[in-house]
């Protein structure tokens, strides 16, 4: 019964493949994100999904890109793989994009290395 | 470039003993916040989440907001062991997200 589910837990593969971390949540929530928490643990928001409406955070390559075939999934896939593309990939979800009740909750990460 | 401060600490408090975790922040249109709790190697989980100014309390935690000082904190009364963790500040407006660098604290038996 998880609530925020994402595969695989591991990805390595080398620079210039293509990938794709999946998410799924089942909490009924209507928003979704992808965070990149790297080797300094900062965690940073890449995108936020409400009813179609993406939200990019402007300094994500646009190798990145989200796709959400229904509302319980927001897959994530990266073209061209670099280096500093190493990290981990969280997937998280709340049940309004905005204002109350929207606190996240997350999934159990995703940690990509790129070799 | 809004920004989330938080000291990285570590922070060590005996068993026992109130933790007190800060944060402030650039944005004052930042409408929600929230503290995480987040063992190495595993994911954030949500801890406290407060929209108004004032104090907020779940069990052994209180979240504090000052808005007109742009300043959240932590209570953690009763130190546990299992409390040892990086915590980490979250500002939210709109859909946007920011979180701080986390606060590492250390509650020593």
């Known amino acids: 019964d998880t609530a925020v589910s994402q595969t695989p837990k591991y990805l390595v593969t080398q620079m210039g493949n293509d990938k794709s971390i999946k998410c799924e949540q089942n909490?009924?929530?209507?928003?979704m994100y992808w965070y990149k928490q790297d080797s300094k643990k900062f965690l940073k928001i890449m995108f936020s999904?409400?009813?179609?409406?993406?939200?990019i955070n402007e300094t994500v390559p646009n190798r990145f890109s989200p796709k959400s075939p229904d509302k319980a999934h927001l897959n994530l896939h990266i073209n061209s793989l670099e280096l500093g593309d190493s990290a981990v990939y969280f997937c998280?979800?709340?049940?309004?994009?905005?204002?109350?009740?929207?606190?996240?909750?997350f999934g159990p990460g995703t940690r990509l290395t790129v070799l | 470039q809004k920004e989330v401060e938080q000291n990285s600490g570590p922070l060590s408090v005996p068993e026992g003993a109130i933790a007190s975790l800060n944060c402030t922040y650039s944005?004052?249109?930042?409408?929600?916040f929230f503290w995480y709790r987040q063992y190495s190697g595993k994911s954030p989980e949500l801890i406290m989440f407060?929209?108004?100014?004032g104090d907020k309390e779940d069990g052994r935690f209180t979240a504090q907001l000052n808005k007109a000082s742009q300043y959240v904190s932590l209570l953690i009364r009763d130190s546990q062991p299992s409390d040892s963790a990086t915590y980490l500040c979250?500002?939210?407006?709109?859909?946007?997200?920011?979180f701080g660098p986390g606060t590492r604290l250390s509650v020593l038996p």
């Open positions: 909490l009924g929530h209507d928003t």
């Open positions: 407060i929209y108004s100014n």
């Open positions: 979250a500002v939210g407006r709109g859909q946007n997200f920011v």
């Open positions: 944005d004052r249109g930042s409408q929600s």
């Open positions: 999904y409400n009813n179609k409406e993406l939200i």
């Open positions: 998280a979800s709340s049940a309004r994009p905005t204002g109350s009740y929207n606190e996240q909750f």
